[in-house]
């Protein structure tokens, strides 16, 4: 067989191949980001509303490796807007407060157009590269929508635990993974390239609320491999109203 057929051959079996494999990855991953949401409370998941969370958090000096701060009182409002289609921009509305012995360490919020922290509203450019280093985990409630694609990656262990990982590329091509445990098929880990370097977060100690909703109490955020920050969260409310000055800026 000359060179020449054995190429022709080749390109014919790849042909009949390729496809098959690429649409099976797809179904794979699909039933792995479905059973991810069955199991932190489905439909409620997808469309929570709003969401308030209430702990504490360590922040660690990424040098040293010392603990640079603790905070004693860690509060998130959520709320939440409905066919997502940037993975790592700002959506919805979200305030952060951090305070410490009741004296104030930081704040952040975000109203759907302007980003502010406890030194005033931040300019639009430094804006979108804060929250290109931290949105992300929403995304997978848009995931199984038109325009997203899927991808399974190498099954691996985290936490000790057999792990599926799925790749889902947003419509601007932005892509985000995912950690889903083989057993509980609840969501352990999420990663991305963000400006500040490659970031992962590491979820556990999971709770499910008597409305079906399943909270990771701890949430670990690391760049480039390093330890961030820890919250661990104590308290959680899910589609309740959210007083609207929450969401209201400081006037300039």
Not at 37 to 42: C, D, F, K, M, P
Not at 73 to 89: C, K, N, P, Q, T
Not at 165 to 180: H, K, N
């Amino acid at each position: 067989m000359t060179t020449l057929v054995r190429l022709l051959v080749a390109i014919l079996m790849l042909a009949g191949i390729a496809p098959c494999a690429a649409a099976q990855d797809d179904r794979s991953a699909r039933a792995i980001v479905e059973s991810a949401i069955e199991a932190h409370g489905g439909e409620l998941f997808l469309n929570p509303g709003t969401l308030q969370l209430r702990g504490t958090a360590i922040f660690y000096d990424p040098a040293t490796g010392a603990v640079r701060s603790r905070v004693d009182d860690y509060r998130m409002w959520r709320e939440f807007s409905e066919d997502r289609l940037v993975a790592h921009g700002a959506e919805g509305k979200v305030r952060i407060i951090a305070t410490n012995e009741n004296v104030s360490l930081f704040e952040v919020g975000y109203d759907g157009e302007t980003t502010w922290t406890q030194d005033g509203v931040m300019p639009r450019d430094e804006a979108d590269a804060y929250w290109a280093n931290n949105f992300g985990f929403g995304i997978i409630r848009s995931a199984l929508n038109d325009r997203f694609v899927l991808q399974t990656g190498p099954q691996r262990r985290i936490g000790g635990r057999e792990t599926h990982i799925v790749r889902i590329i947003d419509p601007q091509g932005q892509e985000t993974l995912f950690g889903v445990d083989a057993d509980s098929h609840f969501l352990t880990y999420m990663a991305f390239r963000s400006p500040r370097g490659f970031h992962e977060r590491l979820y556990g100690d999971f709770i499910k609320l008597e409305n079906g909703w399943v909270q990771a109490r701890s949430v670990s955020l690391l760049y480039d491999g390093v330890l961030s920050n820890t919250v661990f969260w104590e308290h959680a409310v899910v589609g309740e109203p959210i007083d609207p000055v929450i969401f209201t800026p400081p006037s300039e």
